[in-house]
């Protein structure tokens, strides 16, 4: 970031696991996170390679809205340059989920069982363009706003939760980081980690709380699925 002013895609090939320890209190859960890169679900084969995905606990989808082109055919000649220099990603994010989850199903047998918080990334790009509505607390209804709705659909009738943000790895990590935004980037995975018992509320500092969950499902005999006590970290 520093040199470039830009945060790289993920290259290589299989991805390791960056493994973290993290405690509140007497309680510890032990963390593997794996950031493939966005070839890697680009077709079955290559998602049915990924085989630390059938050990799956939650998922964090990263969104940029740019790269979809019925959002990209909304903006006017100025934002549609702002976009480009933006760097969007070679696929949509509607495309990743239709290439990943029929294939996460099959590895792990359970992703109605699964949490997956959804991130929408270059908050900062986004913030600035005049064709598009800005980002606001309820980012899954800025994503159907903008054309993104059959994601959030399908995201709500898939996993057992879902959760929205949307950040930006400029202000975050960037020339004078913004601590509210370094904690919000942090937010979905802590809020994952909630779906295992750990209390995580208190590491987003003061104002944490993510993004907002989506209305939990009912089961046949009426109980809620994916309870917001159970998942919140507040």
């Known amino acids: 970031m520093n040199r470039t002013g830009w945060a790289h895609a993920t290259t290589g090939g299989q991805p390791r696991a960056l493994m973290l320890t993290v405690a509140r209190g007497r309680r510890r859960r032990l963390l593997y996170l794996y950031d493939p890169m966005g070839e890697s679900v680009s077709d079955a084969e290559r998602v049915r390679a990924q085989g630390y995905l059938a050990h799956t606990d939650g998922v964090v989808l990263v969104a940029d809205a740019l790269a979809d082109p019925r959002v990209r055919g ?11 220099r933006a760097r969007p990603s070679a696929q949509g994010p509607w495309e990743t989920y239709q290439r990943l989850t029929g294939e996460l199903a099959a ?43 059959s994601l959030v659909r399908a995201l709500g009738h898939d996993f057992r ?56 499902r009912r089961r046949s005999d009426g109980a809620s699925e994916g309870h917001e006590g159970r998942y919140s970290p507040a």
């Open 74 to 84: 909304r903006l006017d000649p100025a934002d549609t340059e702002r976009a480009e």
């Open 107 to 149: 590895l792990t047998g359970r992703r109605s069982r699964m949490p997956v918080a959804t991130v929408v990334t270059k908050r900062d790009v986004l913030d600035r363009l005049t064709s598009l509505p800005v980002p606001g607390a309820r980012v899954e209804d800025w994503l159907a706003d903008v054309g993104l709705g």
């Open 161 to 216: 939760a879902a959760r929205y943000w949307a950040v930006s790895a400029h202000a975050a990590t960037g020339t004078g980081p913004l601590e509210s935004e370094q904690r919000r980037a942090a937010e979905p995975v802590l809020w994952l980690l909630a779906a295992s018992g750990l209390r995580t509320g208190p590491l987003t500092g003061p104002g944490g709380g993510g993004g907002r969950p989506v209305r939990p």
